[in-house]
């Protein structure tokens, strides 16, 4: 099993910044991507960023130029860096394993708030 927190999700004014990480324990082996989802109120969830075993990393176009997903294999933790934030980026993000063998696992989610 994996076991996924995430934080640093919060109040954020337009074009402000915000750091979210998520911190892995549990069987982090065989992991094929670490990613990042979003929903939004009444929306489907949807993928936002996703980082490699090899770390090749990509991202909506929505959020392209924007968010930048990086991880510390020390610390078993992956970072969602989000810039010049949007009131369209409001949203409850989870963070996501997938493992080679198909298994994957999610976080609780944190909440993201871009308002005035």
């Known amino acids: 099993q994996v076991q996924l927190v995430e934080s640093g999700g919060g109040l954020v004014q337009p074009g402000g910044s915000l750091r979210l990480s998520c911190a892995a324990s549990g069987t982090i082996f065989n992991i094929n991507t670490r990613n990042w989802y979003r929903q939004a109120p009444g929306k489907e969830r949807e993928l936002v960023a996703i980082?490699?075993?090899?770390?090749?990393?990509n991202y909506a176009d929505s959020v392209k130029g924007r968010f930048t997903i990086s991880r510390d294999n020390a610390k078993n933790t992956v970072y969602l860096q989000m810039n010049s934030l949007k009131p369209e980026d409001t949203a409850v993000y989870y963070c996501?394993?997938?493992?080679?063998?198909?298994?994957?696992?999610w976080g609780k989610g944190t909440l993201v708030t871009v308002s005035s």
């Open positions: 980082i490699t075993s090899g770390e090749i990393s």
């Open positions: 996501n394993f997938k493992k080679f063998n198909g298994m994957e696992y």
